[in-house]
């Protein structure tokens, strides 16, 4: 019999890998940190999915072997699970952000702390409540090793979930973190009314700024074209299941920082991707003034009407820039 993956994470996302995974015919532990399946079977972030009886939930590792680890902590929490890896298990981490104290990807934080580990991310336009129903939908793994990441694609693939391979591990980790601080961004605009238009030049715009970071940091502008850049820009960026996007709306609408964090089910990772992206972007010269406006304005450092000035009054200027 085939190993069991092991899922780490039982917020909406852990939950919904747990419910895919066991589709491909695997068994899978889905490690909690407290026991907390309800009464009809589910987790609490989705409490419409029963688990079937191949997803075992508990809060203790059992003393067996896994194909694979599927990571799905909030970013600033990832390495406090670091020690429980399984010492040469590959293990895909599934968050999208970047750690506040170090910079650091969450791939970095794998090297720094689990060197004895090989690493993947997975990344692209999926919410977890479309994936946990079993709707169609398509992501990539990426991995420093071209062979790993095509591997765990083929094994976690199903004929709704298409996911495609990637080595551009940089570009990838870089598009999921940085499209929730433009899902901040579109939220804010719409929930202000600025209108439809304003929030279409923002994810166009957003998008120039990702690409500019990511090439600056080693990743390829064709991978911010792809799923877990254009693709997970746009799904944050307009769908209303977003924690990101909702947060922004409620922003938008007079909501403190705090109030609309508070008014979220789950963790929105643009609030700390915000000024991480600021810090990169100024480490390596990058133009970034959308994500510098967004990180301002949740530090309650700028108003909305100066961010729209600021953003506004620039330069003119062409509007394609070669990335590299
Ligand atoms: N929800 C989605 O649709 C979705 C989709 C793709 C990626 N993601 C990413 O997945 C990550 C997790 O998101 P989520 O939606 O599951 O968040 P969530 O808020 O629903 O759940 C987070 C879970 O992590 C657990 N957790 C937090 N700190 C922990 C720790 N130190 N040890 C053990 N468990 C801990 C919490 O108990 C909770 O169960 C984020 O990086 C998010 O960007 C989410
Ligand atoms: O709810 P959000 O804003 O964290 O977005 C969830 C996923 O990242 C969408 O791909």
Redesign the pocket.
Known sequence: MNKPFLV?????????LALHVARTGAQVHLW??SDCTLPSGAMP?LPDFPLPGSVHVSSTLPDTTFQAVLV????Q?LS??MPLLPSGTPAIL????IEQRTLAFPLDILARERPDVPGAVL?GP????E?AAGLPAAAVIAAPDLAQARALSDRLATPLFRLYASQDYTGVQLG?AAK?VIAVAAGICIGAGLGENARAALITRGLAEITRLACALGGQASTLAGLAGLGDLLLTCTGE?S?NYRMGLALGKGASTTDALASL???A?GVSTAEALVALAAQTGVDAPITQCIAAFLAGKLTLSHAQAMLLSRPLKEEYESPT
């Open positions: 780490m994470g039982a917020g909406a996302w852990g939950t919904a909690a940190r972030r799905a902590i909030p970013t929490s406090g699970i599934c968050c999208k952000g990344s999926n919410f977890a409540r994936i999921g929730n299941q924690r089910h789950g963790v990772e």
